[in-house]
Nanobody, 128 residues
């Protein structure tokens, strides 16, 4: 079965950067769209970035567009979320998720229900 494992979270100060990793097992990134979501305490899970399978097209939510980037390394079967200029409001648990419906990344909004498999999440805390 598909397995996703996030890593790279931690505590940083405002303005610093972090790169999150999503290591995938039992799937090929060429055939799955991978999304990154985050969930802050008391808030709904929010999609922040998505990368398609076949063409590796990348999409980033407007709320983080100038600061976050998504990429992947097929050789390592890993998807990354590069986060720059972090702000306290970026504090959340970050999850990666997978779906075989490749055009999911083209949706205007990414809903958690659009994805079938999830990792356990990694905590990102931005605080001075």
């Amino acid at each position: 079965q598909v397995q996703l494992v996030e890593s790279g979270g931690g505590s940083v100060q405002p303005g610093e950067s972090l790169t999150l990793s999503c290591a995938a097992s039992h799937l090929s990134l060429d055939y799955y769209a991978i999304g990154w979501f985050r969930q802050a305490p008391g808030k709904a899970r929010e999609g922040v970035a998505c990368i398609s399978g076949a063409e590796s097209r990348t999409f980033v939510a407007d709320s983080v567009k100038d600061r976050f980037a998504i990429s992947r390394d097929n050789a390592k079967n890993t998807v990354y979320l590069q986060m720059n200029s972090l702000k306290p409001e970026d504090t959340a648990v970050y999850y990666c998720a997978a779906t075989q419906i490749d055009h999911t990344c083209d949706y205007i909004t990414w809903w958690p229900s659009d994805f079938d498999s999830w990792g356990q999440g990694t905590q990102v805390t931005v605080s001075s």
